[in-house]
């Protein structure tokens, strides 16, 4: 649907000429856009005429996934002001800010865990009409911030209500809120974020969290309340980065930094960059990923322990290697591969840090030599990471088994790739995961000079059900 402006958008017909696309080309790549966040769209290039010509503005999601195609074209952010059409924003700037006050930082968190409810109630609408606004220049502030001033000088907060009583936080809220994030992270490694268990995260964010947040509380339990917050923050948005929402992902992930700092928390701190680092690499912001993984390390040097440092490394050998860097990528996996030799059982490693073990280092660096295109190494990591059970590690295990395939592909071995594939997408087909299927579509988008074979149709077919859009 969509609603009349005043006259022709004339900064959507020059930004479109600018970028050289035509009303043909502008409609299908927002309806591939939208395709891939599950939404159904069928605008042509008479849609496009009117959005230009009459100023009719597009509903939903479109004004968004209108700015990313036109971004993914010129090379840089498009906001929808550019292109005419910020006044279709339905939704304010929550969640992106990084207050330098705690109290600031307080309402910044609990102002995002009532929006994500509100888009829940709505069938997820707010997030998807916010598809597309991920922009990695939004981590640069809180990243900066964070490096500057790791810790808050105090976070205690008293309520003077002569109404109610204020709720006075004990350490059990805080042990509550920490049972509830390890209970998230094991749903969520061996289901995927799109479980509906990993899925009351937010929930619980907005019905146990928030309230806290608000209540009164020394600084002792201050500090504890941040953190286990800070966790479940965090796990919010890795679970809606493992469905394909990066826009709600980068909100959550930039308050858990706020709120790891307001804990006094340095490795959580840096566990979250990294998890920025990820998202970063992954939407295709290599360099931006490689400073993100960077600070987590420079910040915790002498702090956190030598498996956490590990995974530091390993995550900035990943920006690397997607970079195409291949020294500074072997540089960082050496380092990660030492540290992790360093590490001993008896470590005070974090809880958040229970799934990093050898498997996962050699997973990751197979992923790394895929993208630097070394299959021979690829070869050699993937059979130590496959080398064992996973059966709590469930999307973990799928992921290795597609890097495995395009391993064995590139060597020139057809059947062993299709094998592997065929594993893949059983597993992919028990667990709720974007990225997964992403995984798997690459797979078979690598496959398709081989269409013709009977191997490689038999795998598109066991597919199929995987890769079908919702409508």
């Known amino acids: 649907m969509s609603r009349e402006q005043r006259g022709p958008n004339e900064k959507l017909g020059t930004v479109l000429a600018l970028a050289g696309i035509s009303n043909a080309g502008l409609a299908r790549r927002v309806n591939d856009l939208g395709a891939q966040r599950g939404l159904t769209l069928r605008y042509d290039k ?53 207050p330098r006050d705690v109290s600031e930082a307080v309402r910044s968190a609990t102002d995002l865990y009532r929006l994500d409810l509100a888009g829940r109630r709505a069938g997820g609408g707010i997030w998807q009409s916010l598809a597309g606004s991920f922009a990695v ?78 209540g009164s509380y020394s600084d002792e339990v201050g500090r504890a309340l941040f953190g286990a917050t800070a966790e479940l923050t965090r796990l919010a948005g890795w679970m809606a980065f493992d469905t394909g929402q990066q826009e709600a992902a980068q909100r959550y992930y930039i308050q858990a930094l706020r709120l790891a700092r307001a804990a006094a928390d340095v490795p959580l701190g840096g566990y979250v960059l990294a998890s920025m680092s990820l998202q970063a690499t992954y939407r295709g912001f290599a360099d931006e990923g490689v400073d993100l993984a ?76 895929r993208d630097l295109k070394a299959p021979r190494q690829v070869r050699r990591f993937t059979e130590q990471a496959l080398s064992r059970p996973t059966e709590e590690f469930v999307r973990s295990h799928g992921l290795r088994l597609v890097v495995s395939a395009v391993a064995e ?43 013709d074979e009977p191997r490689v149709a038999e795998l598109r077919e066991r597919a199929r059900p995987l890769l079908v859009t919702p409508a």
Not at 64 to 76: D, F, N, S, T, V
Not at 78 to 96: F, K, N, R, S, T
Not at 201 to 213: I, K, T
């Open 137 to 214: 220049s939004a981590y640069a502030t809180p990243a900066s911030r964070w490096l500057i001033t790791p810790a808050d000088s105090s976070v205690a907060r008293s309520l003077d209500l002569t109404d109610l009583p204020p709720l006075k936080v004990g350490h059990s809220d805080v042990a509550k809120l920490r049972e509830a994030a390890e209970d998230a992270r094991r749903w969520d490694s061996k289901y995927g974020g799109g479980d509906w268990r990993s899925s009351m995260v937010p929930e619980c964010l907005r019905v146990d969290a928030a309230p806290l947040l608000l």
């Open 409 to 451: 592909l590139e060597s020139g071995n057809l059947d062993a790739a299709c094998a592997a594939g065929t594993r893949a997408v059983e597993v992919a087909g028990r667990i709720s995961s974007a990225r997964t299927t992403e995984y798997v579509r690459d797979l078979l988008h690598r496959l398709e000079p081989y269409g």
């Open 294 to 369: 960077q600070a987590a390390v420079e910040r915790n040097r002498g702090l956190a322990t030598a498996r956490t440092m590990s995974f530091f490394r390993l995550v900035e050998a990943r920006a690397h290697a997607k970079a195409g860097d291949g020294h500074p990528a072997e540089g960082a996996l050496k380092a990660a591969e030492a540290w992790l030799e360093r590490s001993r059982d008896g470590d005070s490693d974090p809880s958040w840090l229970g799934f990093y073990s050898y498997d996962r280092f050699a997973a990751d660096a197979a992923e790394c030599y």
């Open 46 to 98: 008479t849609s496009v005429a009117r959005w230009v010509s009459k100023g009719m503005v597009p509903q939903g999601a479109a004004p968004h996934l209108i700015a990313a195609a036109i971004g993914a074209k010129l090379g840089r952010p498009v906001p929808l002001h550019e292109i005419g059409l910020a006044d279709a924003d339905p939704a304010p700037e929550v969640g992106l800010a990084f």
